[in-house]
Structures are given as C-alpha cells and as structure tokens.
C-alpha cells in the first residue's frame, strides 16, 4: 500500500512541529555573542584593537597563515587587511587518486582618523599566528600634558 504525503514548503512534517524543529536547528546554539560569520558564512578572524598613548594597536588573530597569505592596504583613510590561501593535496594509490582543495580568505576593513593617525608610518608583523598592526598617532593628536595657564 502507498501512502500519499502532502509536503508543505519542502517538510514532510506538520506545521506545528515544523517551526519547532526548524526554530532548534536554525539557531546558533553556541554563539555567545562572538557572530564571527561573514554573510557567505565563512570564519573571519578575531581582531583586536587598543589605544595606546602613541599609537594604536590591531591584532588579528590568523593561526596557520605566513606573513605572504596577507595583503593591507591604505585607500584614503580606509584600512584593509585580507588574506587568501589555497591548498592542494593530491594522493595517488595504486588505482585511485584523492584529491583535497581548501580555500580560505576573508577581508576586514577599517576606518582611520585622518587627522590622528600618522599614516606614513604604519607598521606590520605576523608571528605565532597574530597579526600585529602599529598604526602611530601625529604629534598633534598625542595627549598633550596640562599647561598652566597664569592668571594677571
């Protein structure tokens, strides 16, 4: 005997344990507000910004890349830093062959105060899988200590 199911919006399911069931799954269990998700769902990395008394600091946190992976640019006051990877691997035994690719890439973008950031200066290094950008302020954006003023 067969049996005839009606699917309603590609569910087999019935409306009421469908948005249950769908509520479950299409949530994110884990995220406990690090939505570290690109809107092609792709991984971007962590990234760290401080403020120092001369300059800024940027980390971003990049395991498993090398220095060349990186590309930063400068676009005005725009900073971008991006990085793209691929990999192949190839096996051959006997009769068979497998093949793996991967691909990673990912860009971050930042916008500089023109009139703070000294931006002839900007240095980078990578190493132990953290990028490590120093963006140093102008002299004229540095804390400037107290000046008394003399009262006549």
Do not use: H
């Amino acid at each position: 005997m067969t049996t005839i199911v009606k699917r309603t919006n590609g569910s087999l399911l019935p409306a009421n344990q469908r948005s249950m069931f769908d509520d479950f799954f299409n949530r994110e269990l884990f995220n406990w507000g690090n939505n570290n998700f690109s809107a092609s769902r792709t991984t971007l990395p962590s990234v760290n910004i401080k403020e120092l008394e001369k300059a800024f600091e940027v980390e971003v946190a990049a395991p498993g890349m090398k220095k060349e992976d990186f590309s930063i640019t400068l676009d005005g006051n725009m900073l971008t830093i991006s990085s793209s990877k691929e990999d192949q691997q190839e096996e051959k035994d006997g009769k068979y062959t497998r093949r793996e690719f991967s691909y990673q890439s990912f860009q971050r973008s930042f916008e500089l105060s023109k009139d703070v950031v000294d931006d002839e200066n900007i240095q980078a290094r990578y190493e132990n899988g953290v990028l490590r950008l120093t963006i140093p302020k102008k002299e004229s954006a540095l804390a400037q200590s107290p000046r008394l003023i003399e009262i006549q």
